[in-house]
């Protein structure tokens, strides 16, 4: 996995570098200048030019050592520095003095020669440090930077595009489209979220000796980008001497009458991830269509009526016992007692349960039930029932997914899992693991669902909830990309990621 680190605990690694490790800030810049200047090296032309435009932090530093180490390499380079001269931090100041040492000269940004195809821009005007739009003489350098990109020059970011906020991924306007940016030390939220992991082009990330102790004594969320062979992995490989038993068996709380391909989609999906067993648990009007969707679903029939409440509880006990996972939600039929039947379940039954769909609506009025659950819980929603559960608008929550996820994990002990665009799986201990995987073409009605048997066969399988969550995610999201590669994102539909997607996947990591 790889660490991403907010600009918070950027500059407590910064401390702890200097303070506990030996390594002060100033070689910390010279290393970061070094990298950024080697990666503007490998994107110019044969005898392309360099613009290096710097701002007045120590973003702009970094610009001034690049500079200086493209100088010192015979490149042609001009340097414009943009804001109050007078207001550079010390060591910018002394990068400055440096980079004049070299026979380096500054020059307003008006008198620069246009770069063009073959050149290489350097956008070192602001980093972590953002705070505001950025107006007045920043917005005409990022201005310039769009021009000179369109006529064909390559642009590369110090740590960040200029104008994207690193902890979020949201861009001010205006802000810089790189063709490349190098992040120093760590990721940034802002490089993997969009829309900033578009507006970076390709990250490269450079060490620049922040120890890797360093890492282990920021403070807050543990924030993680998942790779493929985490996810592998986590997959176990299935003993000879094994049997169903040992792969667990789901129960299926899922479905109702004109709903019950969501009930089968969750079961095939568990079924086709590993589990040993899937049991169906629905109204007996539906259970029948459910099982006909596929041969390998056991049912039991739920025979009082309506709504799912307190008359089905001890029905749904029977049917848990003996069951390693719960998965429940997904076209549930909902009523005013269905909260307090899930509340109910959670405190008494000892298997890891998946609340998805309308079980997370139902639950949503009074989270409590959450925090009395007798073992692991995972929630699944989407931005729309991630707002009925915090009381927020869709449109915050999409603002502030990685404030929201963290707070809910945290406040209800679940593992949270908010799905969209690189979905998010935070774990109460304060990890985040974020997901890039996945594509546009899984937008379509049951791939919901087919996440929560996924998560539920792994549950099954005894992995612990967050493990659950982020390996399901993350195999859940690649099942979508092999399956759209053979049927195009506008072909694609659920039950592909199931029968095209996750089987290929399986074969691909050889389980
Ligand atoms: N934290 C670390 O360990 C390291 C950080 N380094 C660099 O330092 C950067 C962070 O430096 P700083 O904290 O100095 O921040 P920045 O260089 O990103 O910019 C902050 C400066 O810009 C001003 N500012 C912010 N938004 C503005 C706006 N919209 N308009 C006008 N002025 C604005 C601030 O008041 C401040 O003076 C990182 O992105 C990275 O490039 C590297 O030198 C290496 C080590
Ligand atoms: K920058």
Redesign the pocket.
Known sequence: MLRVLT?AQ??Q??QA?EQRHGMP?AL??E???RGLAEVARSLAGTSGRFVVVC????????GL?AARFLLEGGARVAVTLV?DAA?L?P??RRNLEALKGFGGTVRPLESLEAPSSGDVVVD?????????????A?AEAISAIHRWRQAGAKVVA???P??LQ?DTGEA?SPCVEADATVA??FLKPGQVLEPGATLCGRVRRVD?G?AGAASREVSGPALFVVEESDARGMLPVRKPDSHKGTYGHVLVVAGSRGKTGAAALVAKAALRSGAGLVTVATRGDALEAVQAHSAEIMGVPLEAAGPLGMGDLEALLAAAEGKDALVIGPGIPRGPGTGTLIGELLARLEIPAVLDADALNAVAGDLSVLRRAKAPVVLTPHPGEMARLTGRSTREVQAHRLEVVGRLASETGATVVLKGDRTLTAHADGRVFINTTGNPGMATGGSGDVLSGICGALLAQGFTSPDAAWTAVFAHGLAGDLAAARRGQLGLVAGDLIEQGLCELWVRWGR
């Not at 070192?124 to 007045?136: C, D």
């Open positions: 600009a950027m500059r690694a910064e570098a800030s910390l810049m290393n970061a200048g701002g007045p932090g120590n973003n702009g530093g970094d050592v804001g207001k931090t060591e910018a070192a005007l602001f980093g972590t440090g953002l705070s505001r739009a950025p107006a007045g920043f110090a740590d960040v200029s104008g690193s001010f120093f030390g620049i922040l």
